[in-house]
């Protein structure tokens, strides 16, 4: 199936697709915006500092998503032998890292009210930033690098070191004493966070999510148009 | 099915991912002193030796233990097993309050004297509108 794929029917989605997910994102980032900013009640205890949550919580939860993403298209791209997931991880790659930094500045900014400090080395933030290094590797691998075999190779081996971080982001909050609260949201068990904070929540992370569909649609429109100018039909 | 190479190149990925997993988990055991940010006060208790670097200490501002004389700030931090005195003058963050978490930084005089430079507000993962938790405390 994608050792046949044509380049040109994908194309042909590639680039309409951007301007209906353009729409939604416009429609989804205004309520989600209305609805945070202006519709939820403050907390009891931050007040109007928590509403940098539905920005700085969906910026880092898509930086975790994409990365597992380019690395499970990395290595099955390795494993299979598929030039074109090696693209598509490519694709993905600016908006998750873009994510990335977002977290790490609205982090920042949301820890100097409440925590009273820009910045500490605790084991969330630290490893939240060694994601963000991984993230310039791989982006500075597409750069240096110009021959395919040799960037699919060297992406692979960063994608599989950086993985191994993510789990020590999700889990770091649990296993040592940080300065970062515990997740509010648990998929098993109850969530502790209110359910009118909740809903706002979510409606920002679909929008952030639409636009990094948007941003990989453009990306990989543009890497589609490199292969047609060389002529190859296939990859 | 697949091919030998494929097989190979899956059982390749795998091995790598393990021992690079293995290996990192090794590193963080063995470095747990310096990856956590803070000690509970029972933790600071049992130090053997009298530490004179700076070092930091989190629990909860123990109820009715802040007091202000000379604009200098007092309070106890508690991890409801043993509790330190602590000492400080300068700025405090906003969510310091009695009842609530935190981390002070500085430097340990004795076993239950914290004379700390800098105090850190830390909240929890508990976020809700004040009309809820007002009515949860009313329960």
Redesign the interface.
Known sequence: MFKHFEPNKIFSITSKAPRYVLYLLVIVLTIGLIESLLLS??????SHT?RI?YVHVPAAWLALGIFSSITFLS?TG???KLKNFFLIAKSLAPSGFIFNIIALVTGSIWGK?????WW????RITSMLILALFYLMFLMAWRIYDKKEQVFKITSIIT??G??NVP?IKYSVDW????H????INILSKS???S??LVPLLIMTAAFALFSLLIFLMKYNTELIKIKNKGLDRL | MYGRKVKLRFFFVFLIIVTLSLTVFLILKSLEENVIYFKSPSEVKVLSEKQQKKIRIGGMVKTDSISIVNKELSFVITDFKSEINVVYSGLIPNLFEEGKGVVAEGFLKDENFFSATKILAKHDENYMPPEVKAALEEK
Request: charged share 10%; hydrophobic share 50%.
């Open positions: 009640p403050e907390d009891y205890l931050q928590v949550m290595i390795y494993i299979f009210p409440t925590w009273g400090t500490a080395w605790d084991a599989v070191l993985i191994i020590i040592w004493n940080t300065l609260q515990p997740a509010s502790t966070i209110h009118s904070m």
